[in-house]
């Protein structure tokens, strides 16, 4: 049986446009790989908010911490995503946006 049963249709315009935008044009591929790493996730959780630290995302990106917090910012200012904590030491969460919709 395999490990992975369910297929995530991603959108043309994060293949076609926005890895071209934020790999090449921002010279950010850290920001690229946590947006589709939040993106699959949204997309499994029928796009909830996807909680994760910094530690987490870095741990299954295989990024270091400031890598993560430097892609992050990049998004939020991009507006790819929203991130929301309910205090200042609660897991963040990060609502994924897609604009293009």
Do not use: N
Not at 40 to 62: C, D, H, I, M, N
Not at 66 to 77: D, I
Not at 79 to 94: D, Q, R, V
């Amino acid at each position: 049986m395999p490990r992975f049963r369910a297929i995530i249709p991603i959108d043309d315009y994060v293949l076609d446009v926005l890895m071209r935008d934020i790999v090449g044009h921002d010279r950010q591929p850290a920001a690229y790989l946590v947006y589709l790493y939040l993106y699959g996730q949204a997309a499994r959780a029928k796009w909830k908010p996807v909680a994760a630290s910094l530690r987490a995302l870095a741990e299954t990106t295989g990024l270091s911490k400031s890598a993560v917090q430097t892609a992050l910012e990049l998004l939020r200012c991009r507006k790819l995503i929203e991130t929301t904590s309910a205090y200042s030491t609660a897991m963040p969460k990060h609502r994924v946006l897609r604009h293009w919709r």
